[in-house]
């Protein structure tokens, strides 16, 4: 046998026993990877703690220096990300991922831990330059430009693709970096009012596929009122100028379905790629939010997230804050988590400057985590120096120092430290629960009794004397079926609702429930139709 001939069998053996090392190593990860505890949003360690941040707003890099103060203030948690697609993707098809892997890496370095948004909320300029089609044009016209973020047809074929190219890049980046705890999917999102020409064929379609036939519609709408009957699908006309109720009525539901599907198509890519132990969450803009169905919404995630935002000084009563907890709390009946709230004066403007009096940033934490929050974070970290939201302050002033608000946040920071995992996974068992129903939002806004007095002012006086007595509160929703499980049910004005809802609340009281009533209640049949 030649020297050549050794050789090569050597290298094969070497080779053939580096991959059956390599293969035993990647079996032992797999092994690793299986025994990892799924996530349970009322199975967490602690109460984290923390901020949205942006290091790309900054001024001048200061990554070093910002993650150095939040190490030292206690900080337990980041979200990062999710307003950055012309950063991700900076020309088409082109991906960088280099900026962030030195945010990831340094915050990991730290011990905090990360939470990744997908970038889809936010339109990068070269999109909208080749592709003006995927932004939103509203009944009426109106077209919402570039400039504005959540402005985009959620349905459009052309702007999923991108979504979805610019998620899996990310993605398949990150799936194996342990600093990641989980995704936020999108950003506060809606349909925005879209009414573009794709979106007014799925109208139609939808419709075709609810009723069947236009002589379905013709009964249950009343086309014959005004001579608007339909006699063919061919006829249905635009949304844009419809006045009857149970039309408009169909069309927000259409809307709703619109964000639940596009959120859900969002979660089943992430759900593709996240370890066990990750969670994937959407964070809802002050729920309830009568454009977006959120009890639906939220069967695509494995935790809720909210961004609830308050009064401060003496407007600071902490009803705020817990009414959106207890909200999104019942909406999969577990514990959830803040992704936004005050950090120091906010606003789309200078005009209302009011920064928290000493120790309400801390009341404000304990009380979202006594209504079930296992995490509280601040929009965000730092003040931006430009753009619409620079009045909107952060944990750091303009001057990016530390003030009152971090040390208050480092104070807080550092007691959670301590009691943190005693208070974590709080659980409610209350005896008392409001019914919510956007249909009667909108039926009510379609045909209002007052320009003072509506859904959700009953809703809010309703909430407010219970919380002012101190009786805690879940919310139910008209499919809810475990009604009796509550002594008392506030229901605000009920005035769209289907025969076996109210058939529902007629059993939950032979069964013993009593029922607090609001005045308009039962009017109309679910399409929005008088009863007679």
């Known amino acids: 046998m030649s020297f050549s001939q050794q050789h090569r069998i050597a290298i094969s053996w070497h080779v053939r026993a580096g991959l059956l090392l390599v293969g035993l190593l990647c079996a032992a990860l797999l092994g690793k990877t299986q025994t990892r505890e799924a996530f349970r949003a009322d199975h967490m360690d602690t109460v984290l703690y923390g901020v949205a941040y942006y290091p790309e707003y900054m001024p001048y890099d200061r990554l070093d220096q910002d993650v150095q103060l939040m190490q030292k203030a206690g900080i337990t948690v980041v979200r990062i990300g999710e307003f950055s697609w012309g950063l991700w993707e900076p020309e ?172 859900a198509w969002q979660a089943s890519i992430v759900n593709e790629y996240k370890r066990p132990d990750q969670f994937v969450m959407h964070d809802f803009a002050g729920p309830p939010r009568p454009e977006v169905n959120e009890p639906e919404v939220v069967k695509s995630l494995d935790i809720v997230a909210a961004n609830p935002y308050h009064g401060t000084q003496d407007q600071f009563d902490g009803e705020a804050s817990s009414y959106v907890g207890d909200y999104v709390r019942s909406l999969k009946q577990t514990n959830y988590l803040i992704t936004e709230t005050n950090a120091e004066a906010i606003g789309w403007d200078s005009k209302e400057q009011f920064p928290p009096y000493d120790g309400q940033l801390r009341l404000d934490v304990y009380t979202h985590a006594a209504s079930g929050a296992n995490m509280v974070e601040y929009w965000h970290w730092h003040s931006i120096h430009y753009g619409q939201e620079t009045y909107w302050k952060g944990v750091l002033g303009h001057d990016l120092t530390p003030g009152r608000a971090y040390d208050e946040v480092s104070r807080t920071a550092h007691e959670l430290q301590r009691i943190g995992p005693q208070i974590v996974n709080i659980q409610h068992k209350n005896q008392v629960a409001i019914l919510y129903s956007n249909d009667s939002y909108y039926g009510i806004e379609f045909m209002k009794f007052s320009d003072r007095v509506n859904y959700r002012t009953i809703l809010r006086q309703m909430y407010s004397a219970l919380y002012r007595s101190n009786v805690g509160v879940d919310f139910v929703f008209p499919e809810s079926k475990n009604l009796s499980a509550y002594k008392v049910i506030l229901v605000p004005s009920l005035y769209v609702a289907s025969d076996a809802v109210l058939s529902k609340l007629v059993d939950y009281v032979k069964g013993g429930g009593n029922l607090v009533l609001a005045f308009k209640s039962g009017f109309c049949n679910e399409y929005s139709t008088v009863r007679w």
């Open 92 to 263: 088409d098809g082109k991906f960088e991922f280099a900026w962030m892997d030195r945010v990831v890496d340094k915050l990991h370095a730290a011990g905090i831990r990360i939470i990744m948004g997908t970038p889809t909320a936010s339109i990068p300029a070269w999109l909208y330059k080749a592709h003006p089609e995927i932004v939103v044009t509203r009944i009426g016209g109106q077209y919402l430009y570039y400039g504005y973020r959540q402005n985009t047809d959620l349905s459009n074929p052309t702007y999923r693709f991108y979504c979805e190219r610019v998620s899996r890049k990310i993605l398949e980046h990150y799936k194996v970096n342990p600093a990641i705890i989980g995704y936020q999917i999108d950003n506060e999102t809606s349909s925005a009012g879209a009414a573009n020409h794709d979106v007014q064929v799925g109208f139609a379609d939808y419709l075709k596929s609810k009723f069947k036939t236009t002589d379905t519609l013709n009964k249950v709408w009343g086309l014959n009122y005004w001579g608007q009957r339909l006699n063919d699908w061919t006829e249905l006309p635009p949304r844009d100028g419809i006045i009857n109720p149970g039309w408009k009525l169909e069309w927000e539901r259409y809307s709703q379905w619109m964000t639940t599907d596009f959120l």
